[in-house]
């Protein structure tokens, strides 16, 4: 039912979006990102009975920076809208684009599509679109895992946002998301009622980073996650971690 709510809504405020980007020639496109998804997301919690909340833990937010989440269950992809960052571009999988939806939204807005199979192709894309979000002062936001459907609580992270950030200049920004995983895990459509809360967490600088130590930090981001992840399913971190390896 979320779903077809969802899809139905997206259905009727895509016109909308056509026209305010015609009629502004394309600058109201932050103000979609951060006013008009949210819309998309919030009826759908209130079907699904979920209370969902934001926690930052750092203000302001950076702006321009590179935000990263956990991305475990279905109901990332409403909350991730729900956020609505600041001047945000999303990194999506390519194969959104075969839903004539999101092919439109997603191109219209400026949106980033990868092909995570080759790693090599998907890392050139991002760089390709470096000069585009650096003249226009974006944001990115990605989902390090890559995929929802991974074993653990956690999976390995992949290096693509974390070079961006290092190749642009920007700060980590981490968000975790509570409760996702535990109302809706994995690639499952079916959701329970609950509470959902966005955890901003504090921006990580960029600043000393090198290919040569990137694989090290990236470790070290995903400890941090390893330990929300203990706290938010209430187990040991050890116990976390020896399920992601």
Known sequence: MSMVVFFLLLILITPVVILLLVVSFGKLTNFIVEKVAPLLAYPVFYILGIEFSINQHADPLPV?????????????????????????????????????????????????????????????????????????????????????????????????????AMDLGYPIVPIYFEGNQRLSEGGSLVTRKGNVTAHIHPPISTEDWTLDNLEEKIAGVRRNYLRWAASDFNLPVKEVDAEEN
Do not use: C, M
């Open 64 to 164: 321009p920076a590179v935000y990263i989440s956990n991305h475990s269950s279905t109901l990332d992809l409403f909350t991730i809208l729900a956020l609505g960052l600041p001047r945000a571009r999303f990194i999506a999988k390519w194969e959104l684009q075969y839903n004539p939806l999101f092919f439109i939204l997603g191109r219209l807005t400026g949106q980033v599509f990868i092909k995570r199979q080759n790693s090599k192709e998907a890392v050139a894309t991002l760089q390709n679109a470096y000069a585009r979000v650096k003249s226009k002062n974006l944001s990115i936001f990605a989902a390090p895992e890559g995929s929802r459907k991974h074993d653990g609580i956690i999976g390995p992270f992949k290096k693509g946002p974390f070079r961006t």
